[in-house]
């Protein structure tokens, strides 16, 4: 991937990904899951911008397809285009933390099942997230989409630990 062509987006538009079927390219699992270990690592803390895409293309490690390949390589060449993005607190910035919470109802295209997330910011800068999908399918149930709701409570944890811990700047 050294040679990867540096791109602006982790994710193609309007684009799908789908559970292969038997006409099917399928991708050899072994370095598909060896990308996945290593994107996973990056989403999980020092590259949070990469979480969405990931978790998409993590939904296929059992039985990749080519189109799954590509949508991994995808943000690979994100990655090699935005190396020098991070997350920065400035000091003089407001400590204000702000909250935002989305949901979907049955966007998988493969279980209908529904997503739902949130995002908190402090001085512009992600300080917590969590993105969840349902665990049962929307076409059968309307189960609970956590969204505002979850979102508060955990924006009282959030706050009380602001207050509670020195918050270092630059």
């Known amino acids: 991937m050294s040679d990867a062509k540096p791109i602006s987006t982790r994710v193609a538009v309007n684009t799908k990904l789908m559970r292969g079927t038997e006409d099917c390219e399928y991708f050899d699992k072994s370095t598909y899951q060896l990308a996945m270990g290593s994107l996973l690592c990056l989403a999980t803390k020092p590259r949070p911008d990469i979480t969405f895409a990931v978790s998409q293309v993590a939904r296929f490690t059992s039985n ?14 994100y990655l090699k ?6 997350l920065v607190y400035r000091k003089g910035d407001s400590t204000k933390i702000y909250g935002y919470s989305d949901a979907e109802w049955g966007g998988d295209c493969n279980d209908f099942k529904s997503t739902s997330g949130y995002i908190f910011q402090m001085s ?10 349902q665990t049962c399918s929307s076409v059968h149930s309307r ?15 959030d706050e009380t630990a602001q207050s ?7």
Do not use: D
């Open 64 to 77: 990749p397809t080519q189109q799954h390949w590509n949508a991994v390589k995808r943000i690979f060449h």
């Open 81 to 86: 285009g935005t190396s020098h993005y991070g």
């Open 124 to 133: 512009n800068t992600t300080v917590s997230w969590m993105t969840n999908m």
């Open 143 to 157: 189960g609970r989409v956590p969204g505002p709701s979850q979102c508060c409570s955990r924006g009282s944890v």
């Open 164 to 170: 509670e811990y020195e918050i270092g700047y630059l």
